[in-house]
Structures are given as structure tokens and as C-alpha cells.
T-cell receptor
Framework: SQQGEEDPQALSIQEGENATMNCSYKTSINNLQWYRQNSGRGLVHLILIRSNEREKHSGRLRVTLDTSKKSSSLLITASRAADTASYFCATQHIFGTGTRLKVLA | DTEVTQTPKHLVMGMTNKKSLKCEQHMGHRAMYWYKQKAKKPPELMFVYSYEKLSINESVPSRFSPECPNSSLLNLHLHALQPEDSALYLC??????????????FGDGTRLSIL
């Protein structure tokens, strides 16, 4: 399978805590993207990190990329109940297995 | 509200029916995509259109037939589907760029149930 792997598969945290999810991929990439999907909705693009970048920030999101390990991580700081969703990494139209995040109020 | 509009939101059809899913975007994007998503799974790419021409077909069965009538519209024609085809069908669009995938804008999908 070309699919990337994400871990954890599911994560439950308290509001205000940080959430970290990891993604591993198999092929060389130009960039890697992270998406969020709320239940029953389409995916929303969060952030794109290029292969020559190691870290990128957008609001409460921090993404890292390690091309030598073919891995990326997404950190959501000061989580909110509204962050409850599934999060997917994607490379070349291929989506990772996803992390289901639940933030408890 | 999303900028990619998919209709219908829900569709129930029998295995002998013919139906079509529709997708529309007005962002000037020239790449459009169909994905299939089963419950608790990631989206799986089915087709990619670039400049209204089919550029990727991920070995999708012929009972799914895509069509791109113009740069804003994408259809997926369905015929003789199987119960395992029940899923959420997502449409997306982006700017095409050779060798580099661009951020995609997704619709909210059509939830398809095959009886």
C-alpha cells in the first residue's frame, strides 16, 4: 500500500492540552499537507510544508518534517473542543490513515 | 459553507439504477478530483481531471464514469453499482501544477447507499 501511516489512531485529551499526531510516508515528496475532517463533512486544508522546510507554524498549529525519516508531525497547542475531528496527512494525493482527535471540555 | 458544492448530499439507489453525482466550483481551479471514503478510513483517489482532461484513473471499475463538461463542473456517473460501493464520495479542486500537489478544496460529499 502507498498509504501513509499515522499514529496514534485515536487521541483523547482535555481542553487546553496539546495534541501531537505523527505521520510516516513511503515515497519522496515535494511537499506534505495536513487536513482536518469534521464528522460528516469534507476535508479542510490546514497547512502545507515543503520538502526543504523543517518546521512551519500557523496559528496554534506547528508542523515538522523530517525527510530523512520520511515523517511529519502536527502539534495543536491549547486545544479546544472545536478541534475535535479527524486529522490526515497527505502526499501526492495519498492520505494517511488518520488520527481521530477528541477534545473534552 | 464550502466553496466546492456537491449534489445531492445523500443518495440511495438500487444496483440496477443509473444516477449521477455533481460537483461545482467557481474558484478558477483547473484540477478536479473524485475520492471515495469509507467509514473511519482515509479518502482514496479515484480520478483526477487537469484542464478538463482525465489525467489519472486509479483503476476504478467501469461502473463509475467521470465527466468534466467544463472547468467548473465535474460529474460522476454511476451504473450497476454494488453494495460495497456505498461510501462518502468527495469532490475536490485545486490549481494544477506539474510535479507538486497543491492544497485541495473539498466539498462536503455525497453519502451514497446501495441497496
Amino acid at each position: 500500500s502507498q498509504q501513509g501511516e499515522e499514529d496514534p489512531q485515536a487521541l483523547s485529551i482535555q481542553e487546553g492540552e496539546n495534541a501531537t499526531m505523527n505521520c510516516s510516508y513511503k515515497t519522496s515528496i515535494n511537499n506534505l499537507q495536513w487536513y482536518r475532517q469534521n464528522s460528516g463533512r469534507g476535508l479542510v486544508h490546514l497547512i502545507l510544508i515543503r520538502s526543504n522546510e523543517r518546521e512551519k507554524h500557523s496559528g496554534r498549529l506547528r508542523v515538522t518534517l523530517d525527510t530523512s525519516k520520511k515523517s511529519s508531525s502536527l502539534l495543536i497547542t491549547a486545544s479546544r473542543a472545536a478541534d475535535t475531528a479527524s486529522y490526515f496527512c497527505a502526499t501526492q494525493h495519498i492520505f494517511g490513515t488518520g488520527t481521530r482527535l477528541k477534545v473534552l471540555a | 459553507d464550502t466553496e466546492v458544492t456537491q449534489t445531492p448530499k445523500h443518495l440511495v439507489m438500487g444496483m440496477t439504477n443509473k444516477k449521477s453525482l455533481k460537483c461545482e466550483q467557481h474558484m478558477g481551479h483547473r484540477a478536479m478530483y473524485w475520492y471515495k471514503q469509507k467509514a473511519k478510513k482515509p479518502p482514496e483517489l479515484m480520478f483526477v481531471y487537469s484542464y478538463e482532461k482525465l489525467s489519472i484513473n486509479e483503476s476504478v471499475p467501469s461502473r463509475f464514469s467521470p465527466e468534466c463538461p467544463n472547468s467548473s463542473l465535474l460529474n460522476l456517473h454511476l451504473h450497476a453499482l454494488q453494495p460495497e460501493d456505498s461510501a462518502l464520495y468527495l469532490c475536490a479542486s485545486s490549481q494544477p501544477r506539474t510535479g507538486s500537489n497543491q492544497p485541495q478544496h473539498f466539498g462536503d460529499g455525497t453519502r451514497l447507499s446501495i441497496l
